[in-house]
């Protein structure tokens, strides 16, 4: 079983950036496609962005692509969510998800999750 703990999220104005980071307790961690999915207060878990366990493979949704970069480091056992240009829009807690070889949009397509960190964007 993978562990997974996000953390740098908190409280930013509009047009702020912030990077989140997910350290995985596994050290099998390297091979494991990874995402970052986020859900506000009464809506579904929304996809962001996945990438594959090589790092050569990056997927994204439209609502933040050319916002959100999604990285990964393998000595580290940790992916990162690096967000720009950040709206109101953009509140919700976000967590990482651990899955297979392949990335995907859909939260069932992974097999371990984070607790969240919360991001919070004033207007």
């Known amino acids: 079983q993978v562990q997974l703990v996000e953390s740098g999220g908190g409280l930013v104005q509009t047009g702020d950036s912030l990077k989140l980071s997910c350290a995985a307790s596994?050290?099998?961690?390297?091979?494991?496609?990874m995402g970052w999915f986020r859900q506000a207060p009464g809506k579904e878990r929304e996809f962001l962005a996945a990438?594959?366990?090589?790092?050569?493979?990056?997927l994204y949704a439209d609502s933040v692509k050319g916002r959100f970069t999604i990285s990964r480091d393998n000595d580290k056992n940790t992916i990162y969510l690096q967000m720009n240009t950040l709206k109101p829009e953009d509140t919700a807690v976000y967590y990482c998800?651990?899955?297979?070889?392949?990335?995907?949009?859909?939260?069932?397509?992974?097999?371990?999750w984070g607790q969240g960190t919360q991001v919070t964007v004033s207007s």
């Open positions: 990438i594959t366990w090589t790092g050569d493979n990056r």
């Open positions: 998800a651990a899955g297979g070889l392949y990335v995907a949009r859909h939260p069932s397509q992974y097999q371990y």
């Open positions: 596994d050290r099998t961690f390297g091979t494991y496609a």
